[in-house]
């Protein structure tokens, strides 16, 4: 049986309710009886006003009026489209205005696997893919790093890993540190300005950027089309250690070498000391024992070369005593002493002129005659 209705109990003090003041105690009842809860549904509907999103849940029998304030929508890493099946949380409520029951949404995520995340991920790549950012050259890392600089939270235990590994396989290295928020509002900014930043250090030899593991929505940063851009256009070797083996952002497809971890991307950056130790003493001992043999592989070259020196001075010096020979007994043929050897004479006067022709001699004229060993006086008799 119906209860009786009080009509006079039902007025307001002043009389009857305004139409504002019930919506008023509508919203507090609402609001005092239902809890926040997840809500599964279809999006219809969907509007965009000034960042805030406004939309309906549907299933097959109902639909209810949703909004989703620009402050929680800037947390969903892609808008919904229509039609996309979700989950949303958030508080139920009136909206007074129109006195319209709905859903406040806080979060939002789809109900296929990797959610609105995924679906960002996905044209965040088909983006860097059609630009070609995805298949560019790959900046081999250095040998020998005198400059790392490392992009990740100050406070981190991934920053403690890289400083802890690097410390022990290469010393040597200097460790830059640009602390930034990996997660949570205004994170991407910083991130983005801090590789802005690696860019323009002109020490820096290699860079390594990232953060320990955490939810999807933790590495939600650096799935941002804007930081791995940022990441792209950093002139040295980047190494992405973002999360987990399993976990695979866009910073990973952009960066110059991925890395499963940050301990191992400080591996990846830094040679071993030990190993370069050894190699430098196996080093040496090839470089001695090259050395013993080229001193030697000198010395026979030296002594071979010695060998056909003397050889080629020695058949030099006999064909020169051969020239000489010969030229010798040239001389020797044209010499008049060889002419007085074969038993000629000369006869000269006293002044020396020699005496060619029977005219220049006269009767009673002294000659001296030169003979091959010496000179004999004489006289013309006729």
């Known amino acids: ?59 097959s029998l109902a639909q209810v009026r949703c909004v989703m304030f620009r402050d929680d929508a ?22 007074e205005k129109r006195g319209e029951f709905q859903l406040a949404v806080a979060r939002l995520m789809s109900t296929e696997a990797g959610g609105l995340f995924r679906l960002a991920f996905e044209r965040a790549r088909a983006a860097l893919a059609k630009e070609g950012i995805l298949d560019r050259p790959r900046k081999p890392l250095p040998r020998y790093p005198r400059w790392i600089v490392v992009v990740t939270s100050a406070d981190g235990a991934a920053l403690r890993d890289i400083i802890a590994v690097a410390a022990r396989r290469w010393p ?21 300005r801090a590789l802005q930043t690696v860019a323009r250090l002109t020490k820096a030899d290699v860079a390594i950027v990232g953060r320990g593991g955490g939810s999807k929505e933790d590495l939600q ?20 250690a973002v999360g987990h083996e399993t976990d695979v952002t866009l910073c990973d497809l952009v960066a110059d070498h991925r890395a499963a971890t940050p301990s191992a991307a400080a591996q990846m950056a830094t040679p071993d000391r030990d190993e370069v130790l050894g190699d430098l003493g196996h080093l040496g001992v090839r470089l001695a024992h090259g ?19 003397v050889g080629a001075v020695e058949r030099r010096l006999e064909a020169a005593r051969y020239q000489l020979s010969v030229v010798s007994g040239r001389l020797d043929a044209l010499s008049p002493l060889g002419v007085l050897a074969r038993g000629f004479a000369v006869p000269r006067n006293g002044t020396g002129r020699v005496l060619r022709r029977t005219a220049d001699f006269h009767a009673g004229d002294r000659f001296a005659l030169r003979v091959v060993d010496g000179t004999v006086n004489a006289r013309v008799e006729n």
């Open 1 to 59: 049986m119906d209860r009786p209705i009080d009509l006079f109990g039902a007025l307001a003090p002043e009389g009857a309710w305004s139409v504002s003041a019930v919506n008023r105690r509508a919203r507090a009842a609402v609001e005092g009886t239902l809890e926040p809860l997840w809500v599964e549904g279809e999006i219809t509907g969907l509007k965009d006003f000034g960042g805030n999103w406004y939309f309906s849940l549907r299933d």
């Open 74 to 95: 800037r947390r969903v890493p892609a808008a919904p489209t229509e039609g996309m099946k979700v989950y949303a949380f958030g508080r139920a409520t009136v909206y």
């Open 172 to 192: 040597v290295a200097q460790i830059a540190v640009i602390g930034t928020r990996v997660q949570g509002d205004g994170a991407v900014d910083e991130v983005v």
């Open 221 to 240: 940063v650096f799935n941002e089309e804007r930081v791995a851009r940022a990441v792209a256009a950093v002139p040295v070797p980047v190494i992405s």
């Open 291 to 309: 050395l013993s043999s080229r001193v030697e592989r000198m010395e026979e070259r030296v002594g071979r070369t010695t060998d056909r020196l």
